[in-house]
């Protein structure tokens, strides 16, 4: 994953994903090609940094009968990050099951996941809030 173009360019590397795959961790240096203006980590990289992880994680946990999306997305920054930044994305088993068993239901699902992205000094520098949309596939959308 460390290799995928948006994370290549921005420094963002993927250092452990769980065997069960409902936890990965990130991190990121400050470099010359993720520095802003002012010389702290540009925006958009912190948010790209943890974009993909609470679908990744679903998208698997669910299996192919479901259809996962992210629908929205809200980030606060706290401080400014320098130095080398990490986040955490987990989705514990009983949360997926609290949405397949509301997805199997018939209901259009649309839980939020939040996240930290942690300085070196352990002071938060960003939050993320990320809404998913969560459903059973159609039998028309079966592949």
Same mark, same amino acid.
């Given at each position: 994953? @460390?290799? !995928?173009?948006?994370?290549?360019?921005?420094? *963002?590397?993927?250092?452990? *994903? @769980? $065997? %069960?795959?409902?936890?990965?961790?990130?991190?990121?240096?400050?470099?010359?090609?993720?520095?802003? !203006?002012?010389?702290? /980590?540009?925006?958009? @990289?912190? !948010?790209?940094?943890?974009?993909?992880?609470?679908?990744?994680?679903? *998208?698997?946990?669910?299996? $192919? &009968? !479901?259809?996962?999306?992210?629908?929205?997305?809200?980030?606060?920054?706290?401080?400014?990050?320098?130095?080398?930044?990490?986040?955490?994305? /987990?989705?514990?088993? #009983?949360?997926?099951?609290?949405?397949?068993?509301?997805?199997?239901?018939? &209901?259009? =699902?649309? $839980?939020?996941?939040?996240? #930290?992205? =942690?300085?070196? %000094?352990?002071? =938060?520098? =960003? #939050?993320?809030?990320?809404?998913?949309?969560?459903?059973?596939?159609?039998? #028309?959308?079966? @592949?």
């Amino acid at each position: 994953m @460390s290799l !995928y173009p948006p994370f290549l360019g921005a420094g *963002i590397r993927v250092v452990r *994903i @769980s $065997p %069960d795959r409902r936890t990965f961790e990130v991190r990121m240096k400050l470099t010359f090609f993720n520095r802003n !203006y002012v010389g702290t /980590h540009f925006g958009g @990289s912190l !948010y790209a940094m943890c974009d993909p992880f609470f679908m990744l994680i679903l *998208i698997p946990a669910l299996g $192919p &009968e !479901y259809v996962v999306w992210d629908k929205a997305a809200t980030i606060r920054f706290r401080r400014p990050g320098r130095g080398t930044v990490h986040a955490t994305f /987990h989705i514990p088993p #009983e949360r997926i099951e609290e949405i397949r068993r509301a997805a199997e239901a018939g &209901e259009e =699902v649309e $839980p939020v996941f939040k996240a #930290e992205v =942690v300085g070196e %000094d352990g002071q =938060v520098v =960003v #939050e993320v809030e990320k809404l998913l949309h969560v459903r059973r596939r159609r039998p #028309e959308e079966a @592949s």
